[in-house]
């Protein structure tokens, strides 16, 4: 009796597991995320590919699903995105395609926010297999990054947060991101 007990726990618990999580290029994706605001929800998640190397996993966190990047961009609403490296990646390759995204998605806010664009590019100074870089917005507060779960620095404003989600998530003949990681982060 205790062992059928037992093993009906232990069952109950891997499936609990599964229900909670998903799995895209290797990397268990939690299905919410914790935030100051509350839970939010992993809207999608995809991969970051280059020369056919996994590079990264990006998973969307919002307070409720959408595929509208327009919306999502512009929403002064809490939301992250959490990116789990798949391997090495060099800063001085990552920073240029993170500066080039911020100029389209900043569009003519650009030269107003370059002093704080710049200032993000200079935290983004590692990038090894199984990192987690996440980028947590809260309205009235700003974009906190982490990495590896530590705090490193907060970014106010919404116009930041704008052009940061929009390096993923910008649909325009412009993009210059991955279209399937983008895809899969809008759960498309």
């Known amino acids: 009796m ?19 999580s ?7 994706i939690p299905e919410t995320l914790a935030t100051d605001a509350g839970n939010l929800v992993l809207n999608g998640a ?6 056919g190397f996994k590079v990264y996993v990006g998973g969307l966190y919002l307070k409720e699903k959408s595929s509208d990047s327009r919306k999502i961009i ?30 389209y998605g900043s569009g003519s806010n650009y030269d107003a926010l370059k002093p704080d664009i710049d ?22 507060k700003g974009v906190d990054v982490l990495f590896n779960g530590e705090f490193i620095k907060t970014f106010s404003g919404l116009e930041f947060k704008k052009a940061l989600f929009s390096i993923w998530l ?19």
Do not use: H, Q
């Open 74 to 103: 512009d929403a002064d609403e809490p939301m992250a995105i959490v990116m789990t490296w798949k391997r090495a990646g060099s800063i001085k390759k990552v920073n240029p395609v993170y500066a080039e995204g911020f100029k």
């Open 46 to 51: 995809g991969i970051r590919k280059k020369f």
């Open 170 to 188: 910008f649909k325009g003949d412009a993009f210059t991101g991955d279209k399937k990681l983008r895809a899969g982060m809008l759960g498309e």
């Open 119 to 140: 200032a993000f590019l200079a935290t983004t100074v590692k990038a090894s297999k199984k990192d987690v870089w996440t980028y947590r917005y809260l309205p009235g």
């Open 2 to 20: 205790v062992k059928k007990l037992v093993i009906g726990l232990l069952v109950f618990f891997f499936l609990a597991t599964l229900a909670y």
């Open 22 to 28: 998903a799995e895209v290029g290797g990397v268990n």
